[in-house]
């Protein structure tokens, strides 16, 4: 149940070194730990690939006078976190300033890097509405990389600010490669899982919070009060809230009271037992056996709650039903396809 539940969540390869340092009396028998290091064997092969990307991102961006800067799980690898143990990426995702895109695009294209196939529409919703431009897939090694110039959606209810993540960005120990400062990072992961409403892997997103909360602040205890000055400066108190609140009560991370009472934006009593019956059973493994009645709701009622932060409703409802008739489109084009083809003839 529990290797089954893990890879569900996107946490079975590190499990073995999150049980160790979280339960050191925990015995993994033999055979578990056997699949779990062939596993292992799987990230660090992908790790080693990550940086071997970062190697000729920095390259062709250094042309054209840029440093990149290398977001979520990317950065930790190249910044050396814990975090980063055991942990496979699905694509690379770094963040420029908005007056460079053009400039990114053409740069990128000439290393091998061109856009994925997106329709017309997806392609204006990206430019237009989101914080990032459409993927970019590399010609030879297909590897995914999205360009941000920003970490929320250009139409979001809050509005961190950008050119501030990119000044105060760090230099990681790996050449020519930058990273956001630490406490713009734990603020991203927390923007990223409370506000976007991306759920799939809501517990791995959870754990990355609470180990880069505990990996920084071990480090340096002032980032707990920097973190509340930070959440405030770019918007995004309610998301910190969400984030230290659920570390807290899910994964047993000491949060000093005085930090959850200096933010400013936090729910009220009502809205904040909601948020507790839906983040309860949503940020749980996307598996049957830890599902409860209300789970699927809840996490429709997330979902629902992202893209209503994401966009307002004049904005939602609009790109909603064009998503759908265009949806409904290619199905009908699908069977059309599909019923024309020419059948076997005994």
């Given at each position: 149940m529990v290797i089954s539940q893990a890879r569900r969540a996107g946490l079975f390869v590190m499990l073995e070194?999150?049980?160790?340092?979280?339960?050191?009396?925990?015995?993994?028998?033999?055979?578990?730990?056997?699949?779990?290091?062939?596993?292992?064997?799987?990230?660090?092969?992908?790790?080693?690939?990550?940086?071997?990307?970062?190697?000729?991102?920095?390259?062709?961006?250094?042309?054209?006078?840029?440093?990149?800067?290398?977001?979520?799980?990317?950065?930790?690898?190249?910044?050396?976190?814990?975090?980063?143990?055991?942990?496979?990426?699905?694509?690379?995702?770094?963040?420029?300033?908005?007056?460079?895109?053009?400039?990114?695009?053409?740069?990128?294209?000439?290393?091998?890097?061109?856009?994925?196939?997106?329709?017309?529409?997806?392609?204006?919703?990206?430019?237009?509405?989101m914080h990032e431009i459409p993927p970019l897939v590399h010609i030879k090694t297909n590897t995914t990389l999205d360009v941000h110039h920003t970490i929320l959606a250009l139409t979001a209810k809050l509005n961190p600010n950008a050119d501030l993540l990119i000044e105060d960005a760090v230099k990681a120990p790996f050449e020519g490669a930058y990273v956001l400062a630490p406490v713009d990072m734990v603020l991203h992961s927390a923007a990223h899982l409370f506000h976007e409403g991306e759920l799939e892997m809501g517990l791995k997103g959870l754990i990355d919070i609470e180990r880069l909360l505990a990996e920084f602040t071990r480090k340096d205890l002032s980032l707990w009060d920097e973190l509340v000055l930070r959440a405030r400066l770019h918007q995004l108190e309610r998301p910190l809230y969400y984030a230290l609140h659920y570390c807290e009560l899910i994964l047993k991370l000491e949060v000093p009271e005085k930090v959850l009472q200096q933010i400013g934006s936090k729910p009220g009593r009502f809205q904040g037992k909601l948020m507790d019956f839906l983040y309860l059973r949503a940020l749980m493994p996307d598996h049957p056996q830890a599902d409860s009645l209300f789970t699927s709701l809840s996490r429709f009622l997330l979902y629902v709650r992202g893209h209503y932060l994401r966009m307002p409703i004049r904005v939602l409802v609009p790109h909603l039903l064009k998503k759908s008739w265009l949806k409904h489109k290619r199905k009908k084009q699908t069977r059309q396809i599909v019923g024309n083809a020419p059948t076997a003839q005994n």
């Open positions: 070194n999150y049980l160790s340092s979280r339960c050191p009396q925990v015995h993994i028998p033999a055979d578990v730990a056997r699949v779990i290091r062939a596993e292992q064997c799987l990230a660090e092969k992908q790790q080693i690939s990550v940086r071997w990307e970062a190697t000729k991102l920095v390259r062709a961006l250094q042309g054209i006078g840029l440093k990149p800067i290398f977001l979520k799980g990317a950065a930790y690898i190249l910044a050396d976190l814990e975090v980063a143990r055991g942990r496979l990426l699905s694509d690379i995702d770094i963040l420029v300033p908005v007056a460079e895109i053009k400039a990114v695009e053409s740069c990128l294209a000439a290393n091998g890097w061109q856009p994925s196939q997106l329709d017309e529409y997806d392609r204006h919703y990206f430019h237009a509405w």
